[in-house]
């Protein structure tokens, strides 16, 4: 794999990167508001600024599917070890490295870039001089590159029953970077990271019966405590010891498949996220019985992996959605903290600088014909100010009118927006978390039973409300009163324009 060195292309923070970025796969940097990196926890009084933008590196039109539209995006982002560059990964079968100049600790606002091209589609990081990284995609072994000149090193190579190469499906140096996990379909084969080649160590999960029955989507190592968790399709995630994979703890709870899951800096809890799945969940590895606290992000409707991350002091943990949002929550009672506007599409990946205030968010998804052809007539209305959301959700950022916000009881408060349009609209619900903690909980409720929103541009206004116990009454212009059980998040249509 050659490596190709391109100009600079970052465009500025205020300039005229939000149009690019509409339309293609992005990748940003951000640095937090307070920049001293010896702080014990990240700052977040105030949302992150953005530093880098990169669009036109990820323009190489990716290889059209029998559904998709050919058009590259992201699949994910992280830093190095070392916090020198971080790597993407994109549909166009390409890995590509950028590297953060000696500038940026100063907080210049321009970059250097050096793109990395290849067949390969998921990398992991070792730390070493010089740094190196591992990739793995379909139907190729298990690569290790330099991340310096983009050469290739080595190859790790596993064999199925009929002696044909077998494609890990997700790999993970461990805690000390000597032997690299690779997950395969109900097994883990273990490759020394110093013998390139054949040879590996072959472990099957289905000891006792109650391992994960499927593919193996992600692994993570504890530092502490000598564990290691994996995650599969199965909807199952399984805590084994690094040593001899002896069978720990198997966790139930996800909805969907699990696609990421990560230790606690300290090791004692575990945090899994699954596909189509809106909750990050937390498990105690040293009482796993019941699922500690759940938080919340935008990917309920989705088969794309959506990454998060653990701060490096380990107080934070950072997320992306398909709303663009990026959520912050503070770990130590799970309540949400902060969130911003990180895109205005998916963000499916998310990563903090090893120890400088920084992250970088890769952002955008998969779409298909009918859904470019709905943009295009949306993109025919550009004098309107508005934000493409991904799942079609469009925001007139001119006239969304104030929220409201409405105490229901004791213990929750719902949110809603009193100006609705065709394919736009929120309405949550808060609820305080057990334990006295302050925290809350958001839950995303369904919209009115409104009839008059046909198209995104179709609008209707909330004039009036009204709060009873645990029932909320709206009146809707033009439409009617609605009002909805709090409790069971169900709407219900009360009267209608003129009624009595």
Same mark, same amino acid.
Request: aromatic letters at 12%; a negative charge; glycine letters at 12%.
């Given at each position: 794999?050659?490596?190709?060195?391109?100009?600079?292309?970052?465009?500025?923070?205020?300039?005229?990167?939000?149009?690019?970025?509409?339309?293609?796969?992005?990748?940003?940097?951000?640095?937090?508001?307070?920049?001293?990196?010896?702080?014990?926890?990240?700052?977040?009084?105030?949302?992150?600024?953005?530093?880098?933008?990169?669009?036109?590196?990820?323009?190489?039109?990716?290889? $059209?599917?029998?559904? *998709?539209?050919?058009?590259?995006?992201?699949?994910?982002?992280?830093?190095?070890?070392?916090?020198?560059?971080?790597?993407?990964?994109?549909?166009?079968?390409?890995?590509?490295?950028?590297?953060?100049?000696?500038?940026?600790?100063?907080? $210049?606002?321009?970059?250097?870039?050096?793109?990395?091209?290849?067949?390969?589609?998921?990398?992991?990081?070792?730390?070493?001089?010089?740094?190196?990284?591992?990739?793995?995609?379909?139907?190729?072994?298990?690569? @290790?590159?330099?991340?310096?000149?983009?050469?290739?090193?080595?190859?790790?190579? $596993?064999?199925?029953?009929?002696?044909?190469?077998?494609?890990?499906?997700?790999?993970?140096?461990?805690?000390?970077?000597?032997?690299?996990?690779?997950?395969?379909?109900?097994?883990?084969?273990?490759?020394?990271?110093?013998?390139?080649?054949?040879?590996?160590?072959?472990?099957?999960?289905?000891?006792?019966?109650?391992?994960?029955?499927?593919? %193996?989507?992600?692994?993570?190592?504890?530092?502490?405590?000598?564990?290691?968790?994996?995650?599969?399709?199965?909807?199952?995630?399984?805590?084994?010891?690094?040593?001899?994979?002896?069978?720990?703890?198997?966790?139930?709870?996800?909805?969907?498949?699990?696609?990421?899951? @990560?230790?606690?800096?300290?090791?004692?809890?575990?945090?899994?996220?699954?596909?189509?799945?809106?909750?990050?969940?937390?498990?105690?590895?040293?009482?796993?019985?019941?699922?500690?606290?759940?938080?919340?992000?935008?990917?309920?409707?989705?088969?794309?992996? %959506?990454?998060?991350? %653990?701060?490096?002091?380990?107080?934070?943990?950072?997320?992306?959605?398909?709303?663009?949002?990026?959520?912050?929550?503070?770990?130590? /009672?799970?309540?949400?903290?902060?969130?911003?506007?990180?895109?205005?599409?998916?963000?499916?990946?998310?990563?903090?600088?090893?120890?400088?205030?920084?992250?970088?968010?890769?952002?955008?998804?998969?779409?298909?014909?009918?859904?470019?052809?709905?943009?295009?007539? @949306?993109?025919?209305?550009?004098?309107?100010?508005?934000?493409? %959301? $991904?799942? *079609?959700?469009?925001?007139?950022?001119?006239?969304?009118?104030?929220?409201?916000?409405?105490?229901?009881?004791?213990?929750?408060?719902?949110?809603?927006?009193?100006?609705?349009?065709?394919?736009?609209?929120?309405?949550?619900?808060?609820?305080?978390?057990?334990?006295?903690?302050?925290?809350?909980?958001?839950?995303?409720?369904?919209?009115? @039973?409104?009839?008059?929103?046909?198209?995104?541009?179709?609008?209707?206004?909330?004039?009036?409300?009204?709060?009873?116990?645990?029932?909320?009454?709206?009146?809707?212009?033009?439409?009617?009163?609605?009002?909805?059980?709090?409790?069971?998040?169900?709407?219900?249509?009360?009267?209608?324009?003129? /009624?009595?």
């Amino acid at each position: 794999m050659a490596a190709a060195e391109e100009e600079a292309a970052a465009a500025p923070p205020d300039g005229g990167a939000e149009s690019e970025s509409a339309e293609m796969s992005a990748a940003g940097v951000m640095e937090g508001e307070e920049r001293e990196a010896a702080a014990d926890s990240t700052s977040t009084d105030r949302p992150p600024h953005r530093l880098y933008h990169f669009a036109r590196q990820f323009r190489s039109v990716a290889p $059209a599917t029998g559904s *998709g539209s050919g058009e590259n995006f992201l699949k994910g982002v992280k830093w190095s070890p070392d916090g020198s560059s971080f790597l993407t990964s994109s549909d166009d079968n390409s890995l590509r490295l950028f590297y953060l100049p000696e500038d940026a600790y100063g907080g $210049a606002e321009h970059v250097a870039e050096a793109a990395v091209g290849g067949e390969d589609s998921y990398g992991a990081f070792l730390q070493t001089q010089p740094p190196v990284f591992a990739s793995t995609s379909r139907d190729h072994p298990i690569h @290790l590159w330099d991340a310096t000149s983009g050469e290739l090193r080595c190859t790790y190579r $596993a064999y199925d029953a009929m002696d044909e190469i077998a494609a890990a499906l997700s790999i993970s140096f461990n805690s000390t970077g000597s032997k690299l996990f690779a997950g395969y379909n109900k097994a883990i084969r273990v490759f020394d990271v110093h013998r390139p080649g054949r040879d590996f160590e072959q472990y099957s999960l289905l000891k006792g019966g109650e391992g994960p029955t499927g593919i %193996i989507s992600s692994i993570s190592f504890s530092l502490h405590n000598g564990m290691l968790a994996v995650g599969s399709y199965s909807q199952t995630t399984a805590v084994y010891a690094e040593s001899n994979m002896e069978p720990l703890y198997v966790l139930h709870g996800q909805l969907g498949g699990v696609t990421q899951v @990560l230790f606690s800096k300290d090791g004692n809890y575990l945090y899994t996220g699954g596909r189509k799945d809106p909750y990050i969940l937390c498990w105690d590895i040293r009482n796993t019985v019941d699922i500690v606290y759940k938080l919340y992000r935008s990917a309920d409707t989705t088969n794309q992996r %959506i990454y998060f991350d %653990i701060e490096p002091c380990g107080r934070h943990l950072a997320t992306g959605g398909q709303d663009g949002m990026v959520h912050v929550y503070d770990l130590q /009672g799970g309540q949400w903290v902060t969130g911003f506007q990180a895109a205005a599409d998916t963000v499916n990946g998310f990563s903090f600088h090893p120890y400088l205030p920084f992250a970088v968010t890769s952002s955008r998804h998969r779409r298909f014909g009918m859904q470019d052809e709905f943009e295009d007539e @949306l993109n025919m209305g550009a004098d309107r100010p508005m934000i493409y %959301i $991904a799942g *079609g959700e469009v925001r007139d950022t001119a006239d969304t009118g104030p929220p409201i916000m409405l105490s229901v009881g004791d213990a929750m408060v719902v949110r809603m927006d009193t100006v609705i349009y065709g394919e736009s609209f929120r309405f949550e619900a808060l609820r305080l978390l057990p334990g006295g903690g302050g925290g809350w909980h958001v839950v995303p409720l369904p919209r009115p @039973l409104v009839m008059r929103l046909f198209s995104p541009f179709d609008r209707v206004s909330i004039s009036s409300y009204f709060v009873k116990d645990a029932r909320v009454w709206i009146s809707v212009a033009g439409e009617g009163i609605f009002s909805l059980d709090a409790e069971e998040g169900a709407w219900r249509m009360d009267g209608v324009p003129g /009624g009595d």
